[in-house]
């Protein structure tokens, strides 16, 4: 049964592979039954992270096969993602490829907005903050993540191209500190949490925790430093004056091999732990943090939590796919572009029913539908950059966009692409974004991009003229019937929809043709050859 099989979490990062694999448990948190770490040191590069090495993607390919293995012994669907590494590299084709065939594992790249609000849900779910608002730093490999809430969804969510890997490239090559590496470290840091930490501090927060391994290290350490041995870093605190001491003595040991006389220090660590020591005590200082609650949950869990709840979410009219969540920040951001909000979401709604209706033709699924949705309630928001070429314009704000929750990567790119083509010229082979995609993303965007076409044609004058749409699939044909709104005329409707079939009609390879019938008919009358209008492939 789906929703009580166990779910196995993987978090593809730039140091390491995580997985928890876990079953729900009706009203209380998911019962975890496995949880593994598996260093990979999967990026690497201190200005960027533009190239996956050879040798870091067989690491984590074999570290994957491991995790399917587990995941396979207990049932357990498994939902992978991957983080800045992958985000940021050239070559993340071949990475999520290899994962695929050789894992059996479908990764989907995060954006950082994204990874934020996983690591915050995670976090929450590990540490009794909940009424207190709050700030959550997890210091990752290739990137920070900096969240400021008051309840479960963030009200500020950030991520910062810094983490323990990059900076130990950049700044502090095998774990060496050079002369004047530690000042240039903080100068760099400080460039890019300036504006964050304003912004945090403006919004104001009672508690601060901590989650990531790099600063559980660091918890282990200041826990030595006060004569203590930590069992676990679960809700442990640290001090700022804890931290200020143990930084001072790492930075004081030049080299790896000096380091592993720290009392506490994983010696695993020791070349990447400075990086990591140095940004969290600038973190504290720009934040002006006391001191910080270590919480266990991350984005692993995070991940757990929120495929849990979408398993338990229930449908109702078919409509309306999308996720409070994720609907929520669609609609923040079209209403922050002064998006017709009224024409978006009817266009939208005809849209899914098409969707629905058509299935039998397309072959798509649930989220399919999902990106459709987004990608109609947000198709005319480049209007707010120009009315010309406003299709284009979408395409960028869409892509862009820190503010759409609940999204991959991919998602995002396919949104922006179904907004791209919802009017004039076709996909083609010049247009560079929609060449790259795999093949059937190719048809997919196809397929929903001329649904919404067609969405949007009926309700060409605003008027909500047509209520309904409803279709029938056959062997060369797809009979689309529009319920039409007592005393309403739809000529205009009827005859913009016609003009924007060609889409559908050729990715289908069916002719489409149309009938209007009155309210509340369609439903019961098969449309006949004498009143209908025919688009052809």
């Not at 270590?294 to 398993?311: C, K």
């Not at 229930?314 to 929520?328: A, F, P, V």
């Not at 790259?436 to 004058?461: E, N, S, Y």
């Not at 990715?507 to 019938?517: A, D």
Request: one cysteine or more; charged letters at 25%.
């Amino acid at each position: 049964m789906t929703g009580s099989r166990a779910l196995a979490a993987i978090d593809v990062g730039t140091n390491s592979v995580h997985m928890v694999i876990a079953r729900p448990v009706p009203g209380g948190s998911p019962d975890v039954v496995v949880r593994e770490r598996m260093p990979v040191r999967l990026g690497s590069g201190g200005a960027d992270m533009r190239r996956l090495l050879p040798d870091a993607i067989d690491r984590a390919i074999s570290a994957l096969v491991e995790c399917r293995h587990i995941a396979d012994a207990h049932d357990a669907e498994v939902v992978a993602v991957a983080t800045s590494a992958v985000r940021e590299a050239d070559n993340q084709s071949d990475f999520l490829r290899r994962a695929n065939s050789e894992a059996r594992v479908t990764v989907q790249v995060i954006s950082g907005v994204e990874e934020a609000r996983l690591i915050h849900l995670g976090a929450m779910s590990a540490v009794p903050i909940a009424g207190r608002s709050h700030v959550v730093i997890d210091i990752g490999g290739g990137s920070t993540e900096v969240i400021v809430g008051n309840g479960t969804a963030p009200a500020l969510a950030r991520s910062l191209k810094l983490g323990h890997i990059r900076l130990t490239d950049r700044f502090f090559p095998a774990g060496v500190i050079d002369d004047g590496a530690v000042k240039a470290c903080r100068r760099h840091i400080r460039s890019f949490i300036a504006p964050v930490a304003q912004e945090a501090k403006s919004m104001g927060f009672e508690v601060a925790v901590g989650c990531s391994g790099t600063i559980a290290a660091l918890a282990y350490m200041c826990a030595a430093r006060r004569g203590e041995t930590l069992r676990t870093p679960a809700n442990a605190v640290i001090e700022r004056s804890d931290l200020t001491g143990v930084v001072n003595d790492l930075i004081s040991r030049p080299r790896p091999a000096d380091r592993l006389k720290v009392p506490g220090l994983d010696p695993a660590r020791s070349d990447v732990i400075i990086g990591g020591a140095v940004l969290l005590r600038q973190l504290f200082k720009a934040l002006e943090i006391e001191s910080m609650v270590v919480s266990t949950g991350a984005l692993r869990e995070g991940l757990l939590l929120d495929r849990f709840n979408r398993r338990d979410r229930s449908r109702d009219d078919g409509l309306h796919h999308l996720s409070d969540l994720r609907r929520s920040s669609v609609l923040a951001l079209a209403r922050s572009y002064h998006e017709d909000l009224n024409h978006a979401e009817h266009a939208t709604d005809l849209a899914l029913e098409l969707f629905d209706e058509t299935a039998a033709a397309h072959g798509l699924g649930i989220a399919d539908s999902e990106v459709l949705e987004a990608a109609g309630l947000l198709h005319n928001i480049g209007r707010f950059v120009a009315h010309s070429s406003h299709h284009k314009h979408s395409y960028y704000l869409i892509r862009h966009s820190e503010r759409l929750a609940g999204f991959t990567e991919g998602d995002l790119e396919l949104i922006a692409l179904i907004a791209r083509y919802h009017r004039k010229r076709e996909p083609v082979s010049s247009h560079r974004e929609f060449t790259a995609l795999a093949k059937q993303d190719r048809f997919r965007v196809r397929v929903l991009a001329g649904l919404l076409r067609i969405g949007i044609a009926l309700d060409r004058t605003y008027r909500r003229a047509v209520e309904r749409v409803h279709a029938h699939v056959e062997d060369d044909v797809v009979r689309i019937e529009v319920e039409v709104a007592e005393g309403s005329a739809v000529d205009i409707e009827l005859f913009t929809a016609e003009r924007s079939a060609d889409l559908l009609a050729k990715t289908l390879g069916r002719r489409l043709e149309f009938r209007v019938v009155g309210t509340g008919a369609a439903r019961h009358r098969h449309p006949s050859s004498n009143n209908s209008r025919t688009v052809r492939p």
